[in-house]
T-cell receptor, first 116, second 113 residues
C-alpha cells in the first residue's frame, strides 16, 4: 500500500439518487479527512476521523451527508438525495498521528461526482 | 472570509527560469504551512512544508520562504521545468495537535518550453 486510494474515480448520478464513496488511507495512518473541491477553489474541509471517531464536521456537511470509518481503516462518504450543487471532486486524505501536530496530509486521487 | 489567499490565479514562466508563487494568510494562529501540487484529474500531491519557527526550507529545486511579520510565504522553483506545470495550493494549519488545514484557491503555473 503506497498511497491513499478512492473508489470510484468518477460517478454520474441523477438528482435525488444516493451515492457512496470509499476511501482507503495509507495503512499506518490514524487520521482520515474528507474534502470537497470545486472548480477554481482549493479543497474545502468536510470532516475528519481519528481512528474510528469522527471528531469534527464542517458546516458544509449538510444533513444529507454522512461519513463513517467503522473499524478505523477505510471510510465511506454517503450523499443522500443528491443535488446538482453536490457536483464536485471529493478528496480523501490521511495523516499519521504523531502527537506533535503539524502533520502532512496525503491525498487520494479523488472521486469526481456529476449530478444531472 | 478567506484565511489563505493566493492572489495570482495563473503564472507563466519560461523553462529554466525561476517561478515564484505567493501566498498570504490572515490568521496569526497558523504555524505550519504547506504547498501542494495538483495535476488535472489527480489529487493534490504534497510538495514542501515549513514550520513557523523557520523562515526558509529547501528541497531540491523547491524553496519555501516564510515572513511571519508580513503573514506571507512564497514558493520558489529553480530552474522551472515543463513538468512543473500544475496548480499549486498553499495551505496552513494551526498550533494544536489537530487543526483544520485551510487551503488557498490555487495558482496555475505554466512552464513554457
Amino acid at each position: 500500500d503506497t498511497g491513499v486510494s478512492q473508489d470510484p474515480r468518477h460517478k454520474i448520478t441523477k438528482r435525488g439518487q444516493n451515492v457512496t464513496f470509499r476511501c482507503d488511507p495509507i495503512s499506518e495512518h490514524n487520521r482520515l479527512y474528507w474534502y470537497r473541491q470545486t472548480l477554481g477553489q482549493g479543497p474545502e474541509f468536510l470532516t475528519y476521523f481519528q481512528n474510528e471517531a469522527q471528531l469534527e464536521k464542517s458546516r458544509l456537511l449538510s444533513d444529507r451527508f454522512s461519513a463513517e470509518r467503522p473499524k478505523g481503516s477505510f471510510s465511506t462518504l454517503e450523499i443522500q438525495r443528491t443535488e446538482q450543487g453536490d457536483s464536485a471532486m471529493y478528496l480523501c486524505a490521511s495523516s499519521p498521528l504523531s502527537g506533535r501536530g503539524q502533520e502532512t496530509q496525503y491525498f487520494g486521487p479523488g472521486t469526481r461526482l456529476l449530478v444531472l | 472570509d478567506q484565511q489563505v489567499k493566493q492572489n495570482s490565479p495563473s503564472l507563466s514562466v519560461q523553462e529554466g527560469r525561476i517561478s515564484i508563487l505567493n501566498c498570504d494568510y490572515t490568521n496569526s494562529m497558523f504555524d505550519y504551512f504547506l504547498w501542494y501540487k495538483k495535476y488535472p484529474a489527480e489529487g493534490p500531491t504534497f510538495l514542501i512544508s515549513i514550520s513557523s519557527i523557520k523562515d526558509k526550507n529547501e528541497d531540491g529545486r523547491f524553496t519555501v520562504f516564510l515572513n511571519k511579520s508580513a503573514k506571507h510565504l512564497s514558493l520558489h522553483i529553480v530552474p522551472s521545468q515543463p513538468g512543473d506545470s500544475a496548480v499549486y495550493f498553499c495551505a496552513a494549519s494551526g498550533v494544536t495537535s489537530y487543526d483544520k488545514v485551510i487551503f488557498g484557491p490555487g495558482t496555475s503555473l505554466s512552464v513554457i518550453p
